[in-house]
């Protein structure tokens, strides 16, 4: 055979070898909504990547974001890392072993906190490296909270830990750990049934609550009991701070407000069905998804109702004059912040993964097989947060070209204008990738998990 043959055999088989993982590279990219189509409704795609999820075994499972990082976990326990303003790919790796129980992953100032099966994990949240990893004594309940010197985790059992981050990093640091694992508690507090929801830290105290009815709010230092108070059925969903007030759901259908240093009563508001998703606070405004009825603004100081639109099943985010929801049809419907009127929806095709961000202003979204995508309205080029405005970038002071005064509107875009129902028919064909779409993001080498980057 000459060598020109053998050299095209040679070139077949790499061919044949690297296009599946090709073809599955260009059908996720395939998946994006054209830019056109976006910029109809006063969008933009800041960025998009691909997570390590190995789709021929796992699917998405979870989209964390805080102000700076945004992470994907997969089923299997590898977590995927972003800058959540750029795109750029940070790190990717397997956090203890796979196939464990896993929870949404939780995030101070440094660290990224990861509950695997019964391991509690602390990782810098730019690198992956590992900070310290510790046996925890049971099973969680929920995802674990953390402020700067505590990780607080809610067990099975109806036991509340609070775990000393300084401490257990020195432990670890010395090859104490696992045998030396009490050291690391700096307290637990029982309750007679599973803790239900993540805790809240609030300055020198922390709120949780337990199955069996009942919030309690401790000291942070020492546990102390400030008080306990009693519900008349289990909550339902993760409670919420809103300054001194926290904001609670119960099974009743009822949504009220109680003081967060006394526990007294203060409005209270009748949602008709249940409400199982975690309240959104957005400002001084609250947004309500009860299960399967309309959503609901309220004002988190009164619990006056604003307004209500039906059918609507997801927060995704919200800019200064609009609230952007995933509806029960996975459509992304545009809503006028201060009146709730539907400007317009979109249909978000294979991105059925959603992240409810109450940080910022951008709509991250996200495919089963790993596919991330960041949108922000056009002309914001800075994200505007809400949690921390204190975290702000400095804005310029010129406004966007093309937006109009006192609107809170995206520029280039006239809500007035838009059409409140599905685009036209070539905005759900399947876009093919455009030169000006490409990526500003890294984007990590293989799709699936390195079996050398398992611990």
Known sequence: MSLARIALASFATLALLVSPAWAQRV???????????????????AWWSNGAVNTHRDRLAFVVADETHLFLQSTSGVVTAFNAESGKFLWSRLIGAADRSIYPISTNDDLAFVLN?????????????????????????????????????????????????????????????????????????????AVSSPAIPAGDIVVFASRNGSLYTVTKNDRRLVFQFETDAALS???????????????????????????????????????RKAPILIDDEVYLFPHHGNMFKLSAETGEIFWSVPRLEDFLAASTGRVYVADHFNNLAILSRENGQVLGTMPLGLFTRHFANDRSDRIYVATEAGLVMCLHEQGREFARFHVHPDRQPILPDIAPEGEQSGDGSAAGSDDAEMEAEKPDADAEDKPEMEEGDKPEAEEPESAEPDEDSAE
């Open 27 to 45: 059908g996720r990219g395939s998946a994006l909504i054209p830019e056109q189509t976006l910029n109809r409704y006063g969008l933009t795609r």
């Open 237 to 275: 969903a993760p409670i919420v701070r809103y300054h001194n007030t926290l904001l609670l759901a119960s099974e009743d259908y009822n949504f009220y407000s109680l003081n967060l240093r006394n526990g007294k009563p203060g409005w209270q508001f009748t949602a008709g069905t249940v409400i």
């Open 117 to 193: 099966g019964i391991k509690l994990f602390a990782v810098k949240k730019d690198t992956g490296d590992i900070v310290w990893q510790l046996g925890i004594p049971g099973q969680p309940a929920s995802s674990a909270a953390a402020d700067d010197q505590q990780v607080y985790v809610g067990f099975l059992d109806g036991s509340l830990y609070a775990f000393d981050v300084k401490k257990t990093r020195e432990l670890y640091g010395d090859n104490k750990l696992p045998q030396f694992s009490d050291a690391a508690v700096a307290w637990r507090y029982r309750t007679s049934k």
